[in-house]
């Protein structure tokens, strides 16, 4: 197929939901992306799913039915990361090589309806319904990791049995709480969005064990690390937290 061209891109994050928005449009079409990790207040922060999720909106905003749309992801591995492809029905597995600091890692990209989605040559391709004037579509996705075939698919499974808007809510939910947990600011409105933002930062760099890491796929943590995350919390009124983490 022809691959569609999205000139125009703005990314945005949902104030107090954990979600970040990307949205494109270009050729008659508008595609929105919602991405969070699934968390639940009411759960040990460890027994959250690993898991990445990505809803998908597209619109066809042009004169005529879109009767061959299909999105494709992919996956591009770091430099340093060595992976092996597999197919696993229809989701495409990726299991990466242990290294001195990670074990090994099985990666999974899948639909969470997978009937009209196939790995084809390192991509999940899905294809989707035409699209009338004026129509649109939701999908939803995910990038999931374990330590096993069987872990992997099992979480795969226990992701699909809550269902993507269900995780979405659940997380909502909890960083509504956990905001309104801590302190309020008030004045600017672009001075306050800057520290929730800030505090959204340095959440996503926290550890299930409490530590803090800016690196993605990297296995330590340092008190350089710690200092700046753990010092503002504290004064943004997350005391609770870092005491169940530092204690």
Same mark, same amino acid.
């Given at each position: 197929?022809? $691959? =569609?061209?999205?000139?125009?891109?703005?990314?945005?994050?949902?104030?107090?939901?954990?979600?970040?928005?990307?949205?494109? @449009?270009?050729?008659?079409?508008?595609?929105?992306?919602?991405?969070?990790?699934? /968390?639940?207040? #009411?759960?040990?922060?460890?027994?959250?799913?690993?898991?990445?999720?990505?809803?998908?909106?597209? =619109?066809?905003?042009?004169?005529?039915? $879109?009767?061959?749309?299909?999105?494709?992801?992919? =996956?591009?591995? %770091? *430099? #340093? =990361?060595?992976?092996?492809?597999?197919?696993?029905? #229809?989701?495409?597995?990726?299991?990466? @090589?242990?290294?001195?600091?990670?074990?090994?890692?099985?990666?999974?990209?899948?639909?969470?309806? #997978?009937?009209?989605?196939?790995?084809?040559?390192?991509?999940?391709?899905?294809?989707?319904?035409?699209?009338?004037?004026?129509?649109?579509?939701?999908? %939803?996705?995910?990038?999931?990791?374990?330590?096993?075939?069987?872990?992997?698919?099992?979480?795969?499974?226990?992701? @699909?049995?809550?269902?993507? %808007?269900?995780?979405?809510?659940?997380?909502?939910?909890?960083?509504?709480?956990?905001?309104?947990?801590?302190?309020?600011?008030?004045?600017?409105?672009?001075?306050?969005?800057?520290?929730?933002?800030?505090?959204?930062?340095?959440? /996503?760099? $926290?550890?299930?064990?409490?530590?803090?890491?800016?690196?993605?796929?990297?296995?330590?943590?340092?008190?350089?690390?710690?200092?700046?995350?753990?010092? *503002?919390?504290?004064?943004?009124?997350?005391?609770?937290?870092?005491?169940?983490?530092?204690?």
């Amino acid at each position: 197929g022809t $691959e =569609v061209r999205l000139a125009q891109q703005q990314i945005a994050w949902v104030r107090r939901s954990g979600v970040v928005r990307v949205t494109a @449009r270009g050729n008659g079409l508008t595609v929105e992306t919602y991405d969070f990790a699934p /968390c639940q207040w #009411n759960r040990d922060w460890s027994d959250n799913p690993p898991a990445i999720i990505r809803l998908v909106h597209v =619109v066809n905003q042009g004169p005529v039915t $879109e009767d061959s749309l299909s999105l494709s992801f992919k =996956v591009i591995p %770091a *430099w #340093n =990361v060595q992976a092996q492809f597999k197919n696993d029905r #229809n989701d495409l597995v990726m299991v990466q @090589r242990p290294t001195r600091a990670k074990a090994r890692t099985y990666w999974r990209l899948a639909a969470f309806d #997978n009937r009209g989605s196939a790995p084809q040559d390192k991509l999940l391709v899905n294809a989707l319904a035409p699209l009338a004037p004026g129509a649109d579509s939701w999908t %939803a996705y995910f990038l999931s990791s374990a330590d096993s075939p069987e872990d992997s698919a099992a979480l795969a499974a226990r992701l @699909r049995g809550q269902g993507a %808007a269900a995780l979405l809510d659940d997380t909502r939910d909890y960083y509504q709480k956990w905001f309104q947990s801590g302190s309020e600011f008030t004045g600017d409105p672009k001075v306050a969005d800057l520290f929730e933002i800030q505090s959204m930062i340095y959440k /996503c760099e $926290e550890s299930h064990s409490g530590g803090f890491s800016p690196l993605i796929g990297y296995s330590y943590t340092w008190i350089r690390d710690n200092n700046g995350p753990i010092r *503002w919390f504290l004064k943004t009124g997350h005391e609770k937290r870092l005491e169940e983490h530092t204690s």
